[in-house]
């Protein structure tokens, strides 16, 4: 059976994922959390006396603990199976992905098991984000000293 017929003949059988649903539970869990951040930011405004661009840092580092905290007891992986990429794109999702990679080595023992493969995941996403804002922050600079831009 060549490439083709096979992919048809798969196509054929293969079960139809329910797209609709998995969107649908998808923008509801991505929103929830995006909701619960909006708290937590509100929180820090009216309780800390906080600026709305001063919220956002604890903000963010708030729901990196919480879902640390949920991937720990186990719980952010129901919220991920019925989710699916709404769990994942927010920022909750790097906490259970540096949480995940701990707790899978951590057999291995703390410095070698936990602390050599606790950023095997969210590794990249450091990387290429402290990269990309010094690109950004250098090109921003550059167009300043020129007086393209505006402080």
């Avoid at 009216?46 to 580092?61: G, L, Q, W």
Wanted: glycine share 12%; charged share 15%.
């Amino acid at each position: 059976m060549d490439e083709k017929k096979y992919a048809e003949l798969e196509s054929k059988i293969s079960p139809k994922p329910p797209l609709a649903r998995n969107l649908f539970t998808a923008f509801i869990t991505g929103g929830t959390i995006c909701l619960i951040g909006q708290a937590i930011s509100l929180f820090y405004m009216t309780f800390f006396d906080f600026t709305e661009r001063t919220a956002s840092n604890p903000t963010v580092a708030t729901l990196i603990f919480l879902a640390m905290l949920l991937t720990g007891f186990g719980q952010y992986r129901k919220i991920a199976q019925f989710g699916g990429a709404g769990s994942a794109v927010p920022i909750t999702g790097f906490g259970n992905a540096v949480i995940s990679a701990a707790i899978e080595h951590r057999s291995e023992g703390y410095v070698l098991g936990v602390g050599g493969n606790m950023f095997k995941l969210a590794g990249s996403v450091i990387l290429f984000g402290v990269a990309s804002a010094f690109i950004v922050a250098l090109i921003k600079t550059i167009l300043v000293k020129f007086g393209v831009v505006s402080w």
